[in-house]
Nanobody
């Protein structure tokens, strides 16, 4: 039984920051945690991921140098620090667990992620 719970979403002005957290339970093997987002009227896209085993990370180009993903294996949490937020970052953010591919070397793909959180809303607006 795997459970993922996101927290930290909210309303922020452009240029502001938010920190999203993903608390995981029931994961006993090495795995990858990915962050996805879905903007209104658009398909869900992978944003970033991190491997529990070796700490490898990946960021899509649109968030590089603005977002930072990190892990705390002891607490089974993954954090997405989002800085310099833009209106186009608006969407529902989901964390998900992938135990098929153990490393994070490319943009997260939904097909590899079998467990999902409920999502947390991020709104970037003036």
């Amino acid at each position: 039984q795997v459970q993922l719970v996101e927290s930290g979403g909210g309303l922020v002005q452009p240029g502001g920051s938010l920190t999203l957290s993903c608390a995981a339970s029931g994961l006993t093997l090495d795995y990858v945690i990915g962050w996805f987002r879905q903007a209104p009227g658009k398909e869900r896209e992978g944003v970033s991921c991190i491997s529990r085993s070796d700490g490898s990370t990946y960021y899509i180009d649109s968030v590089k140098d603005r977002f930072t993903i990190s892990r705390d294996n002891a607490k089974n949490t993954v954090t997405l620090q989002m800085n310099s937020l833009k209106p186009e970052d608006t969407g529902v953010y989901y964390c998900a667990a992938n135990w098929v591919v153990p490393l994070c070397t490319t943009a997260p793909r939904e097909r590899y992620y079998g467990s999902w959180g409920q999502g947390t809303q991020v709104t970037v607006s003036s």
